[in-house]
């Protein structure tokens, strides 16, 4: 009787790969480890992923569903920060992994960026106006988030990180109350000639 293909091997090497980034991070990531941990061989994952390079970037693909679902299910701009900052806590294995070598990969040219798409939504919701007027405030208040997400990874048991995560949080809410410091058209620059350019 010929042998049936395992439905469902691919995603449980992908679990493995996973619960080893997740816990041990980049050095616990080797080919054999997640081939015991998936019951499975080396042979077997190298057939699923061509290399470890392959099999971080669907790990990254998915912390990144894990996040995007987080954090869109925000009720408002202010929660959104506070989900992020939270994610990044308590996953900084993965948050370093996703802003990592696979960043290029997952945030490139042309990729859907659906956690942009939604803070742009949410702030003409709020604010008024069309969503990319907002581009520069979003900006800034990723970057102020992402910074402070930074800063919490490198070394997650830091007692400073309370701190940054703190002032994060009063920066973006400042940021917030003060929208209309970006203008209503922020994504506008004003050129020499006076004429208004893309920036």
């Given at each position: ?19 080893l ?8 990531l ?17 057939k699923k ?39 990044a ?15 290029p ?28 007027d907002?581009?520069q ?36 809410d ?26």
């Open positions: 009787m010929p042998r049936t293909a395992d439905q469902h091997l691919q995603e449980r090497i992908l679990d493995a790969a996973h619960n980034w997740r816990t041990r991070g980049e050095k616990g080797t080919l054999r480890g997640v081939a015991q941990q998936a019951g499975t061989t080396t042979t077997t994952v190298y992923f061509r290399d470890r390079e392959a099999l971080c970037l669907a790990i990254a693909q998915r912390v990144e569903e894990r996040l995007v679902k987080l954090v869109t299910s925000s009720e408002s701009l202010e929660e959104f920060v506070r989900r992020y900052l939270h994610f806590e308590t996953h900084p294995q993965e948050y370093r992994l996703l802003y990592g070598a696979a960043w990969e997952i945030f490139g040219k042309g990729r859907p960026r659906q956690i942009q798409s939604w803070a742009l939504n949410q702030f003409a919701h709020r604010f008024g106006g069309q969503p990319q907002y581009v405030a979003n900006f800034a208040l990723f970057l102020a988030a992402h910074g402070a997400a930074s800063l919490i990874t490198a070394a997650p048991r830091n007692p400073a990180n309370i701190t940054a995560r703190d002032s994060c949080l009063a920066i973006c400042v940021l917030l109350k003060n929208i209309r410091i970006f203008g209503p058209s922020a994504g506008l620059t004003e050129s020499k000639t006076g004429e208004t350019d893309q920036s």
